[in-house]
């Protein structure tokens, strides 16, 4: 304990004022209850409730995965009888997970470490999905905040065309695209080229995202792709 003290001590004031702020924060505490790695998998929670996005014998392609709460979220839901953290292949599901960063192991879960927006990276997602198709693709890529929120906003809203160019390839008629974004002036432009693409476009803004964040997440549903279209 005195050694976290100490950490604090030495720290900047932004991030003593993160790590106060993770010390009050009521899903910090429930993800630790939990036992899963970030907080962030309430958010996605929330959404599976009231979407029921995440099912079984399904084909998933996390992108921005690490440090894996999302994908600890899916592969409970998925694998309810695996407790253990451990690469398995369970049943039909194929959960792909890619990050930039590391990513611990999780039940079922095929890891990439890369970068999405490289084609080296999204080959090796291609060999991996040996051709089957995708069910639902997860975007929480979040780019590195330089405090500068338009051009935080103008990577974010790259990070969303990639994986939706990335959709538009692999997903399934009818599959499920979730896309983070950080609010700004290019946001409406991105949401009529989604509703172009999916029939429903929801708009959410999860209890768990902060409210100081300007993070949203469109759920695209049904995405209207002919079966022949894009990968074969
Ligand atoms: C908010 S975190 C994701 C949290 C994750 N959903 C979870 O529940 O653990 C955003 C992630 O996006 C990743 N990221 C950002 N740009 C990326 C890129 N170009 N390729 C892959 N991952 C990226 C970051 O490394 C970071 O880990």
Redesign the pocket.
């Known amino acids: 304990m005195f050694k976290y003290y100490q950490q604090c001590y030495y720290t900047t004031t932004s991030s003593k004022r993160w790590i106060a702020r993770q010390i009050r924060d009521k899903y910090v505490k429930k993800a630790a209850q939990d036992n ?3 907080r ?2 309430y ?2 929670q929330e959404l599976d409730n009231k979407y029921n996005l995440i099912t079984p014998n399904s084909v998933i392609v ?12 899916i592969s409970r839901k998925i694998f309810p009888s695996k407790n253990v953290d451990v690469d398995v292949n369970v049943d039909n599901s194929l959960i792909i997970a ?4 590391p ?1 611990d192991p999780i039940t079922g879960v095929k890891i990439i470490q ?5 084609l080296v ?1 999204q080959q090796k997602i291609f060999d991996l999905l040996n051709k089957r198709h995708v069910d639902v693709i ?1 975007n ?5 905040f330089t405090g500068n929120h338009f051009v935080d906003h103008v990577r974010s809203m790259e ?1 969303c065309e ?1 994986s939706l160019t990335f959709a538009e390839l692999v997903l399934k008629p009818g599959g499920t695209f979730l896309c ?1 974004f950080l609010m700004g002036e290019s946001e409406s432009e991105f949401r009529n080229k989604l509703k172009s693409k999916f029939k429903k476009i929801r708009y959410e803004k999860p209890h768990s995202s902060r409210n100081k964040s300007t993070e949203g997440y469109f759920v695209c549903l049904e995405f209207n792709k002919n079966v022949t279209d894009g990968m074969t």
């Open positions: 899963f790695r970030a962030s998998a958010k996605l996390d992108c921005g995965a690490s440090p894996g709460s999302w994908c600890q979220y890619v990050d930039l960063l990513i890369g970068d999405f927006t490289e990276t997860l929480d890529m979040a780019p590195n990070l990639c983070k």
